[in-house]
């Protein structure tokens, strides 16, 4: 029974999403610090880098109310399709004028509004912040209400989800941060092992029609 249990929780998934311009900047290390967390603790990821790329925003036409996807054909509909796979999703993001960068806010919006007739009911979620200063809690608070909307958990850490650097690597001298990262990763982990043994357990919380 033990081992049917780990073997099933090692099938599990995470996307991480860097919502940076930048590669391999300071929102990558924190996320990397996140990413090699939940490997260590038996989470499979995929990581996702989407800040450099050229995504519309949403243009409001609704076709995704009939369709179940957007009618921009590009990679908002690829992430709608691994999320149907995923446990968790982690989005990162730099911290603009004291909110997520707006590539990564484009593809969010049209992500998440195109998957309002999709279940995503107790899939976790957990938002990253990287910050030169200040603005980082308002930008995860952004990025949050995207779970909150859709039935996701958000998973805590012991403190918020931040860290502070500026020039490349920079952020790694935030010991504090890293070290939430990290526990970012193990209560993720915790959460996405115990969602799993309470759904076999008990089904999935009843959804009330709107």
């Given at each position: 029974?033990?081992?049917?249990?780990?073997?099933?929780?090692?099938?599990?998934?995470?996307?991480?999403?860097?919502?940076?311009?930048?590669?391999?900047g300071n929102t990558a290390t924190a996320l990397?610090?996140?990413?090699?967390?939940?490997?260590?603790?038996?989470?499979?990821?995929?990581?996702?880098?989407?800040?450099?790329?050229?995504?519309?925003?949403?243009?409001?036409?609704?076709?995704?109310?009939?369709?179940?996807?957007?009618?921009?054909?590009?990679?908002?509909?690829?992430?709608?399709?691994?999320?149907?796979?995923?446990?968790?999703?982690?989005?990162?993001?730099?911290?603009?004028?004291?909110?997520?960068?707006?590539?990564?806010?484009?593809?969010?919006?049209?992500?998440?509004?195109?998957?309002?007739?999709?279940?995503?009911?107790?899939?976790?979620?957990?938002?990253?912040?990287?910050?030169?200063?200040?603005?980082?809690?308002?930008?995860?608070?952004?990025?949050?209400?995207?779970?909150?909307?859709?039935?996701?958990?958000?998973?805590?850490?012991?403190?918020?989800?931040?860290?502070?650097?500026?020039?490349?690597?920079?952020?790694?001298?935030?010991?504090?941060?890293?070290?939430?990262?990290?526990?970012?990763?193990?209560?993720?982990?915790?959460?996405?092992?115990?969602?799993?043994?309470?759904?076999?357990?008990?089904?999935?919380?009843?959804?009330?029609?709107?």
């Amino acid at each position: 029974e033990e081992t049917g249990i780990i073997t099933e929780l090692i099938s599990m998934k995470v996307i991480i999403l860097n919502g940076s311009p930048k590669a391999k900047g300071n929102t990558a290390t924190a996320l990397h610090e996140v990413e090699q967390t939940l490997q260590q603790q038996g989470i499979e990821t995929e990581w996702i880098h989407v800040g450099h790329l050229n995504i519309h925003g949403c243009i409001a036409c609704n076709k995704c109310w009939h369709t179940g996807i957007c009618a921009f054909q590009d990679i908002v509909n690829e992430l709608s399709e691994k999320m149907r796979h995923a446990d968790g999703l982690v989005i990162g993001s730099p911290v603009y004028f004291a909110s997520a960068n707006g590539t990564l806010l484009s593809l969010l919006d049209r992500l998440f509004y195109s998957n309002l007739h999709a279940d995503w009911t107790m899939k976790v979620g957990a938002s990253v912040s990287i910050a030169r200063r200040g603005g980082a809690t308002a930008t995860m608070d952004v990025l949050n209400k995207y779970f909150l909307k859709t039935n996701m958990p958000v998973v805590p850490s012991q403190y918020w989800s931040i860290a502070h650097g500026t020039m490349p690597g920079e952020v790694t001298q935030d010991e504090e941060g890293m070290q939430t990262m990290r526990q970012l990763g193990l209560n993720m982990a915790f959460l996405i092992k115990s969602i799993n043994l309470g759904m076999k357990e008990f089904g999935s919380p009843k959804i009330q029609e709107k």
